[in-house]
């Protein structure tokens, strides 16, 4: 996978000083960069609660795992080009400090794009991203205390501040609790990575932020391939229909997709290649429209 696709999947906005040019040309008129049209589907709906919940507990799980590495651990290499666990971890609070560095700024007038459209945008910035990441890897030896402070700090904005507030981000104007259900995306696909590369880690995924970032990307390909001849089946959380043909509307579906929540993910953010998915009997496709690798990753 290259380094550019994977730190660029890794999603987190880009850190304090970015110009709010940067974040509306990235955001307002996604549908005219990206080429695809607005989902007219009703898009689906989070609990705002269970979601903050999920952000909290995925991100401890985290922390407590961080807390027991060793030197030599935070040296090993990740699947993100370069990077090593040390920076891959100073990423993931990266990734949750957005949330601050988001309410630092002013409210944007309006709500401009859907939180199913957010994969779309991440992949700008991803140079920036990367050297901020390793900037902050080095600012922060202490990473268990780093995370504690982000931790700290992230509860006391979440009492202080409604879920409508508006935040202006990489991909447009979102309310607080839409962004912190791409938070969930976030911390389950680098919880992923850290996995990935310290053997025998094991660090546990919250339920509720499996189910939240596995939903997210399943409704980011129907917004990607509207339609209804096939239908994508992530159990048990999310099953979407997409791709233009004839629609299908009751019995067997004809083009049907089905695999567990963290393959979709991985294929969702090019950490997994269709093919491989498919050779190795991690995704099931039946039908002449079930085939989705030119479709795959939706964050690139």
């Given at each position: 996978m290259p380094a550019a696709r994977a730190v660029a999947a890794g999603c987190?906005?880009?850190?304090?000083?970015t110009s709010p040019v940067f974040a509306r040309r990235a955001g307002a008129g996604l549908h005219r960069l990206t080429g695809m049209p607005p989902a007219k589907k009703r898009a689906r709906s989070y609990d705002p609660a269970r979601t903050r919940a999920a952000v909290l507990a995925q991100f401890t799980?985290?922390?407590?795992?961080v807390r027991g590495l060793t030197p030599g651990q935070l040296a090993l290499p990740t699947r993100l080009g370069d990077w090593t666990v040390r920076e891959l971890v100073a990423h993931i609070g990266m990734a949750v400090t957005a949330v601050h560095r988001a309410?630092?700024?002013?409210?944007p007038p309006r709500q401009d794009v859907t939180v199913a459209e957010w994969p779309f945008a991440t992949s700008a910035g991803s140079a920036a991203i990367a050297e901020f990441t390793r900037k902050l890897a080095i600012e922060h030896p202490d990473l268990d205390a780093y995370l504690t402070d982000v931790d700290r700090g992230l509860r006391a904005l979440l009492d202080e501040h409604p879920g409508s507030r508006l935040l202006e981000t990489t991909a447009g104007a979102l309310p607080l609790d839409d962004y912190l259900v791409t938070r969930t995306v976030e911390l389950v696909v680098h919880t992923d990575d850290l996995n990935a590369a310290v053997d025998g880690l094991d660090?546990?995924?919250d339920r509720q932020a499996l189910a939240a970032a596995t939903r997210l990307l399943a409704d980011a390909l129907a917004v990607k391939a509207p339609g209804g001849s096939t239908e994508v089946r992530v159990p048990p959380y999310a099953v979407v229909q997409c791709?233009?043909?004839?629609?299908?509307t009751r019995g067997t579906?004809?083009?049907v997709v089905e695999t567990d929540p963290l393959t979709w993910i991985r294929l969702a953010t090019g950490r997994l290649a269709w093919p491989d998915a498919l050779e190795e009997a991690k995704v099931s496709a039946s039908g002449?429209?079930?085939?989705?690798?030119?479709?795959?990753?939706?964050?690139s």
């Open positions: 987190a906005p880009a850190p304090a000083g799980h985290v922390s407590e795992a309410l630092d700024r002013p409210a660090v546990p995924y791709v233009e043909g004839p629609r299908h579906p004809p083009n002449e429209r079930a085939d989705l690798g030119n479709l795959l990753p939706l964050m």
